[in-house]
């Protein structure tokens, strides 16, 4: 038991600095104008076009 803890242990150190990195990477990169937009477009897609299917009649 104590050696799977410390492996635990031993693999969050190891691990904790890359995983942050990453995290930190792919905040900055969806944090981009373009994608911001792209994202908000694909959620907003479904009330667009009720609207536009209300004009169309």
Partial sequence: MK????????AM???WTP????????LSA???P????FGLGVLARP???RHVRR???
Avoid at 34 to 37: E, G, I, K, P, T
């Fill in 30 to 32: 969806l944090t981009q």
């Fill in 19 to 26: 995983a942050l990195s990453l995290t930190a990477d792919t």
């Fill in 47 to 49: 009330a667009i076009a």
């Fill in 55 to 57: 004009w169309a009649r």
């Fill in 13 to 15: 150190v190891l691990l």
């Fill in 34 to 37: 373009a994608v911001l937009a």
């Fill in 3 to 10: 050696a799977i803890l410390f492996g635990a242990l031993l």
